[in-house]
């Protein structure tokens, strides 16, 4: 079967960039904002003609180069001389001042979202628009796809205000099924129209996308959103397996395959058969030993899994994950731990990180009274079934 191309938002603009206005644009991009033959989004709406004259920079900066928690020092961009403005942890009337400072009329809006609310870039998108709404600024979003696809979501909520964080402004779900498009309608419709306020935002939407296929059914290829997302079977374990960035548990960080290895010094061989004799749908699990470079238990031999999809269409990584989650609790118990606060201090936030993760107390609460995690998992929904037409920009099929 031949697969349409997706002709994503900034292919578009780059033919048509009146799209975007006449007045000085503000581009909230990175080294994920590029075009289907790998060139820079920045290069090709300035070849374009549009009036870009600076650039906005999320988490891991414009060119990727740093890890989680970091962002580049860089003041202009070494190709175009454009100056950076550093958003990334910026919110309120300090990004503010920094919009306003710039000098532009709009901002565009060019990143690739990994589908999962506890990935930033989409929070950088909520933060500045928020912010466009207050100083009066135009926002608009390039789309592109949904590498989980658009069909299904999967997940908790996030919990009361005291949970929000910049891996969870606002409450979606943990695979949230929604374009960055998407979610700045949802934002601008019910977060901002809540707070009294309202952005000018407008959308350049995709064609030949199917939100009942994932980003192999795009025709694109896959830039690695992140250094430690190097394939899209990453971006699905990382769905269900970034819980573990608030655990003990290695997530994987400084191996060739974060998040689809987890470990620690205290698992054995039991972990993997436990696993496998699960069954779990779409995945097969192997007993490892590494030893990562960086990040937790760096240059010490750990053990634990790796995770091997074999069925993306099966594979709930939710559930998945919260499986892994019991079996490491009721293997471990007197060695597994959540960290406390504080010892997870990336993004500069109190707490426990595993509630922020998560979205609320409720897996910590639980796991720590002995109870089993898994039946916290709502399940998979259709997103058609909850979000309209204010809100979704693509088909779903029912």
């Avoid at 961009?77 to 919110?91: K, N, S």
């Avoid at 064609?207 to 059914?217: C, Y």
Wanted: glycine share 12%; with cysteine.
């Amino acid at each position: 079967m031949t697969t349409q191309r997706t002709r994503t938002g900034i292919e578009i603009a780059a033919e048509r960039p009146e799209v975007l206005g006449d007045g000085p644009i503000g581009l909230l991009t990175n080294f994920t904002g590029t075009t289907p033959d790998l060139g820079r989004g920045i290069d090709a709406l300035l070849a374009a003609g549009a009036p870009v004259t600076a650039l906005f920079g999320p988490e891991h900066g414009l060119n990727g180069s740093v890890q989680a928690g970091e962002t580049e020092a860089n003041s202009h961009d070494a190709v175009t001389g454009l100056p950076i403005v550093e958003t990334y942890l910026q919110d309120g009337p300090a990004l503010d001042e920094l919009i306003s400072r710039s000098g532009v009329e709009t901002i565009v809006f060019d990143m690739q979202d990994l589908g999962v609310r506890y990935y930033t870039y989409i929070w950088s998108l909520y933060d500045c628009l928020r912010s466009a709404a207050r100083v009066g600024v135009r926002f608009v979003v390039l789309d592109r796809p949904n590498p989980l696809g658009g069909a299904v979501l999967e997940g908790p909520g996030l919990g009361e205000d005291g949970f929000r964080s910049f891996v969870g402004r606002a409450d979606i779900h943990q695979r949230h099924g929604l374009t960055a498009g998407e979610l700045a309608r949802l934002f601008n419709a019910r977060d901002l129209a809540a707070a009294g306020l309202s952005a000018q935002l407008e959308v350049v939407t995709m064609t030949g996308w199917d939100p009942g296929r994932d980003f192999d059914g795009t025709g694109l290829p896959w830039v690695p959103p992140s250094p430690n997302m190097p394939t899209l079977d990453t971006a699905y374990a990382f769905t269900g397996t970034g819980i573990f960035e608030g655990t003990n548990v290695s997530e994987g960080r400084g191996t060739t395959r974060p998040f689809e290895i987890i470990g620690a010094p205290y698992i054995d061989g039991r972990l993997a058969q436990r696993l496998r004799d699960m069954r779990l749908p779409g995945v097969l699990f192997r007993d490892v030993w590494f030893s990562p470079t960086f990040h937790k238990y760096a240059r010490e031999t750990v053990r634990g899994v790796q995770l091997h999809l074999v069925d993306r269409s099966a594979f709930e990584p939710v559930a998945t994950g919260l499986a892994m989650l019991d079996a490491i609790v009721d293997l471990y118990p007197e060695h597994f731990a959540f960290l406390e606060p504080g010892q997870r201090t990336e993004s500069g936030e109190r707490g426990y990180a595993i509630d922020r993760l998560w979205g609320s107390a409720v897996l910590r609460q639980a796991a720590d009274a002995g109870a089993p995690v898994s039946g916290l998992n709502p399940g998979q929904r259709r997103t058609a079934e909850l979000y309209g037409d204010d809100v979704l920009l693509y088909q779903r099929s029912s």
